[in-house]
């Protein structure tokens, strides 16, 4: 989980921020003061610091320069409630990744902590591609061989719109990598974008860029993604979950390859879109969620990743990559016979990704050397889905089971889970779960949990 540190003399401010941030599965810890602050700091790490300019006991600026200094992997995100110009440029200049003015709006603050968030993974993800070339695509299945030959084509056609689909975990985004570094564009910029979690105020603004007072707060002018990408390549992850706002322009940019800056002239633009999603469109299309126009445009040439368990055969490859990759094997691991078994059989609902989780997880617990993967038989797997917060505040818990379960465990999993998320407060758990606190409390006594 993110860990965010929010600092704010405004307590009640402070409170509310770190509250609204806990509901959307962030850890938060908030402090009220540079003192605390700063002790907090040399505690933990945070992957992002909220910070208040005007402090009582001091400049929210200074400590901006110190975490710059010290902490340099952590994005700090400034906010105030007086409009100053000239703190916001020193700000910016001394590494803020961005400076609100409060109020705050929720969206708008989440949406910028993901970006600062993404932009360091990104940078990390990116360093590490230089390290090791790509990585590759493994598996001998015909599938997968038809998936390589797909992959050749869609390089070999720089231009065309390709469309990766495939179950969760399946391996769509290492795809639509491949698709850009096999090509022409493979030296220009590849931008991943998540279609269904930018909020609807700033879609416009993000993929297309505003001028300058195109609105308020638009106090400089941004470039979309489509220009930013020029030359390169545009990844839009979870395509099936686009506002159909945008969809529209989408399909406008994709017809006329030009980009409109909102609150400003037009630009011809030189990408590729890449998409992929886990639903299907088709589906999409013939329940009126996805525009049919769109759905053409977008489905030129489609690469179809079929999951893990109709190509048993790639599994034991996959696995022993996935050993080979580990960074301290001394052990020199190797599967056992049951292992191999186990392996294959196995259903694998969160296909590579699980694959890829079990195996690490496999390595970290065996005594020896060897590898037998007796946790699939008990069905004690770590599901590959996590605890989200839903859209209207209200979290979606995972429990993953994959065996038949009493519907009293399945309470039991529920409410532990609540209260783990809310640090053991039973009236926060209970509005979380959307029951009164006494009908919570009469349950847990029934199931034994506190
Ligand atoms: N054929 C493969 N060979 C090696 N590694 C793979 C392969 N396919 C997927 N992986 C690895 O499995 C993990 C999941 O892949 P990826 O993120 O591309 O899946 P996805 O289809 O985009 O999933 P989601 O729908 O959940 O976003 C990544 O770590 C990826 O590198
Ligand atoms: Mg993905």
Not at 102 to 129: C, G, T, W
Not at 271 to 291: M, P, S, Y
Not at 344 to 358: C, D, Q, S, T
Request: glycine content about 8%; overall charge negative.
């Amino acid at each position: 989980m993110r860990k965010i540190l929010v600092l704010d003399d405004e307590t009640e401010f402070c409170d509310r921020i770190a509250e609204m941030l806990r509901l959307r599965n962030y850890l938060v810890k908030a402090v009220y003061g540079l003192g605390q602050a700063r002790v907090a700091l040399e505690l933990e790490s945070f992957d992002v610091v909220l910070l208040d300019v005007f402090l009582q006991d001091g400049s929210g600026v200074d400590l901006l320069g110190e975490i710059r200094k010290r902490w340099p992997e952590t994005a700090i995100i400034m906010m105030t409630g007086m409009e100053d110009v000239r703190t916001a440029i020193e700000c910016i200049r001394l590494g803020a990744e961005e400076y609100f003015l409060k109020p705050v709006h929720n969206d708008e603050l989440v949406f910028a902590i993901e970006k600062s968030l993404k932009s360091s993974r990104q940078q990390s993800e990116l360093s590490m591609y230089r390290d090791s070339g790509n990585y590759p695509i493994i598996g001998e299945s015909e599938a997968i061989q038809e998936v390589r030959s797909l992959i050749e084509r869609a390089a070999a056609n720089p231009d065309v719109t390709v469309l990766v689909t495939g179950e969760t975990g399946t391996g769509k985004e290492l795809v639509a990598r491949h698709v850009h570094m096999q090509g022409r564009r493979s030296q220009e910029a590849f931008i991943p974008i998540n279609c269904s979690s930018i909020p609807e105020s700033l879609i416009e603004s993000e993929f297309f860029g505003h001028e300058k007072g195109a609105f308020t707060g638009a106090d400089r002018q941004q470039k979309g993604v489509f220009e930013r990408a020029n030359g390169g390549t545009v990844f839009l992850d979870e395509i099936g979950d686009m506002e159909v706002r945008l969809q529209t322009s989408l399909l406008r940019f994709l017809e006329t390859r030009r980009v409109h800056r909102v609150g400003g002239g037009e630009i011809d633009v030189d990408v590729r879109i890449v998409c992929a999603t886990n639903k299907d469109l088709q589906k999409e299309v013939d329940e009126l969620r996805f525009r049919k126009d769109l759905y053409f445009r977008v489905n030129v040439l489609n690469i179809h990743l079929p999951p893990l368990r109709e190509r048993t055969g790639d599994v034991v490859l996959l696995a022993r990559y996935f050993i080979s990759r580990q960074k301290h094997n001394h052990r020199n691991f190797v599967i056992t016979e049951a292992g191999i078994r186990r392996l294959e059989r196995y259903a694998w609902p969160g296909n590579i990704r699980e694959l890829k989780n079990v195996v690490e997880r496999e390595m970290i617990l065996a005594r020896g050397a060897e590898l037998d993967f007796v946790q699939l038989e008990h069905g004690l797997v770590e599901r590959p889905e996590e605890s989200v917060p839903l859209e209207d505040g209200r979290l979606h818990l995972a429990v993953g089971f994959d065996r038949p379960v009493s519907l009293d465990e399945i309470e039991r999993r529920v409410i532990e889970g609540a209260l783990t998320y809310c640090s053991g407060n039973v009236s926060r758990a209970a509005e979380v779960l959307q029951l009164g606190r006494s009908s919570l409390r009469s349950k847990m006594k029934r199931l034994g949990i506190g």
